[in-house]
């Protein structure tokens, strides 16, 4: 009854596209994050479901039932934006109980319903309260139980979590996933938080220009990226560019570097993806210079430079000091943490052949 | 003299030349003088007497009333309505058309009302009460669309968007969530059109015909002769205006008199 399909849609503002040729699913029960950077159309896609943005071509259906045209009162979908916006003049009973007083239920049921609701987001006993004299959480829940307590077949949330401080934030995530998991509610979230993404959902679409750049679980385009966009925009990669070779990626700067040619031609062209926490400082392979160390607490990032003047980063073991700048450091990884981007090089996204473009967490 | 002090000084001279006259209409208005004179001889309400035992002065005090509850309740509604519209539509001229609708605040008056004097001639109106009650609208609208407007626009369109999806109607949109919200606004905005109407004296001049509005009266009785039941009227104008203005700080709460009209 939940399931969502995206059949060929596509949104246009005059010249400008959007969202280009969208074909995609979400099964009943499954949460699935759009997850790119702004301007990448994700919000687009979000407010064509809703109801709130009526597509240039193509159709959407939820449980079968085409909605393309339908207005959003008739698509039964709860929304969630990141602004939560609650109405500021009603107390949070009043607008928990908002969904059900528009359609006319009995006022017995509306005070059950929405005290269950309150319960279930843990916010019993602030039914009384104006939005205004809760906190960005409480809020949050609120505009959470909300969106569910007229049972609606999917759920929309609009990066959710954007407003929250981050200690609040992966409190909420946990929460929100059992809840999620708990109803079996379709669940579609809209972020440009790579954390959110890959720690809340089922599956992930990684949205780019409005086109879709890779679908799949969260582990697999972390690990198996489709392209550079996602392997730069999905947490940190190292990526060097050169020609296969029998042992690995030969470099324009003649170091060979570890991977699998995965059945390709030898001599062809090829993108390797190395992610910094596989780096192994130490081992053979290609050496690096020092640049400086980035301490984040849990762990830290060394940021390191080759000969040929390739930047990348590493993950050291914990508790490692950092060397002085400039000290050579040995390192390699194994050949099966090496992934060749499948496309080869990519050409809408060009880059100097060896120098990894960092994107940071 | 440090800055501080002198622009004290000057802050409080523009307050007294700005104040004084009034002060000394409303003295005045209590005077027992058969002639304008200040400081007065003596106080009475004979001023008083005068305006409220002559017909002609209750006439117009009624249909200015009537003229200000008629044409403010219409400009608030055609206002809002088109304040709603410029704030929240997509489509091109927007700006154009707002521009259009404020003109009237911003042109002098007496261009509108030679302007409206000539369209109001053409179409047979003018003269009568519904080409009168038409002119005040046009002149108290802009204040209602600037006043809801900047509500309008400081109210997050998500919540109306998400009231959609919860399941309202566009009318149980409007009555249960953005009426309620833009309350204050509309209620400041009644208020501003009320008085700007209540006020109005070119327009009213060339377009009213035989209907006098107690402003025209007072301009008409002016040119003949200076009577100090002037300074009476005088006084209940600025009675009208200064409770406009106290119930609008009332509405408008901590955002200052003119909050609705500066955003929050």
């Known amino acids: 009854m939940g399931e969502i399909a995206f059949e060929g849609i596509e949104k246009r503002y005059g010249p400008m596209v959007a969202v280009r040729s969208l074909t995609a699913s979400v099964a009943q029960g499954e949460f699935l994050t759009i997850l790119g950077p702004s301007g990448s159309g994700k919000t687009t896609i979000l407010s064509m479901v809703a109801g709130l943005t009526a597509p240039t071509a193509g159709r959407i259906r939820i449980g079968g039932r085409n909605v393309t045209h339908l207005p959003p009162q008739e698509r039964r979908i709860g929304l969630v934006f990141q602004s939560y916006a609650l109405f500021p003049h009603l107390t949070v009973e009043k607008n928990v109980a908002f969904p059900l007083a528009v359609r006319g239920t009995p006022r017995g049921e509306i005070a059950r319903r929405v005290e269950a609701a309150l319960a279930r987001v843990r916010l019993g006993g602030f039914g009384a309260r104006k939005p205004a004299q809760l906190s960005g959480g409480q809020q949050q829940r609120v505009a959470l139980a909300r969106a569910l307590v007229f049972e609606p077949d999917i759920l929309l949330l609009d990066e959710p979590l954007g407003a929250l401080d981050r200690k609040l934030r992966e409190e909420v995530q946990v929460e929100l996933k059992s809840l999620q998991r708990d109803l079996g509610i379709t669940t579609l979230l809209v972020t440009h938080d790579q954390e959110e993404a890959l720690s809340l959902s089922d599956r992930l679409l990684v949205l780019d220009q409005g086109a879709v750049q890779q679908v799949g679980a969260p582990h697999m385009v972390y690990r198996r990226p489709a392209n550079r966009f996602v392997a730069d925009f999905l947490g940190l990669a190292n990526m060097f560019e050169g020609r296969l070779e029998a042992g690995g990626l030969r470099l324009p700067g003649g170091a060979l570097l570890p991977c699998r040619a995965d059945g390709r031609a030898e001599g062809s062209p090829a993108t390797l993806v190395v992610r910094p926490e596989h780096i192994r400082l130490g081992s053979s392979g290609l050496s690096a210079r020092f640049r400086q160390a980035v301490y984040l607490g849990h762990l830290q990032r060394w940021h390191l430079e080759t000969a040929e003047g390739a930047r990348l980063v590493a993950t050291p073991p914990p508790g490692a000091t950092a060397p002085a700048p400039g000290t050579p450091l040995p390192l390699g990884w194994a050949a099966e943490d090496g992934w060749l981007l499948p496309d080869g090089t990519d050409a809408a996204r060009p880059a100097l052949a060896g120098t990894p473009s960092l994107q940071p967490a | ?264």
């Open chain 2, 1 to 264: 003299m440090r800055a501080g002090s002198f622009a004290a000084a000057v802050a409080l001279a523009g307050l007294a030349f700005l104040l004084v006259p009034i002060v000394i209409t409303i003295v005045m208005s209590f005077s027992s003088a058969s002639s304008l004179q200040f400081p007065p001889p003596g106080f009475s309400l004979r001023w008083y007497e005068s305006f409220f035992g002559n017909p002609r002065w209750v006439e117009a005090l009624v249909t200015s009333a009537l003229l200000a509850l008629v044409s403010s309740v219409i400009a608030l509604v055609l206002g809002s309505l088109a304040a709603y519209g410029v704030a929240r539509g997509r489509f091109p001229g927007r700006g154009l058309l707002e521009a259009n609708f404020i003109a009237p605040m911003i042109l002098p008056a007496i261009v509108i009302a030679v302007a409206l004097y000539l369209f109001l001639a053409k179409v047979g109106l003018l003269g009568s009460a519904l080409g009168l009650v038409l002119a005040h609208v046009i002149l108290s609208a802009p204040f209602v669309i600037m006043v809801v407007g900047v509500a309008i626009r400081g109210f997050d369109q998500r919540i109306e968007q998400i009231a959609f999806t919860l399941g309202a109607s566009r009318r149980q949109m409007v009555l249960r969530v953005l009426l309620p919200n833009l309350l204050p606004s509309l209620a400041s905005a009644y208020i501003l059109a009320f008085v700007s109407s209540f006020d109005e004296v070119i327009v009213t001049l060339f377009v009213a015909g035989t209907y006098e509005t107690v402003p025209k009266r007072m301009f008409n009785e002016l040119v003949l002769e200076v009577n100090p039941t002037i300074t009476a009227i005088a006084t209940i104008m600025i009675g009208v205006s200064l409770l406009a203005t106290l119930l609008i700080a009332l509405i408008s709460g901590r955002r200052g008199v003119m909050g609705s009209m500066m955003g929050k």
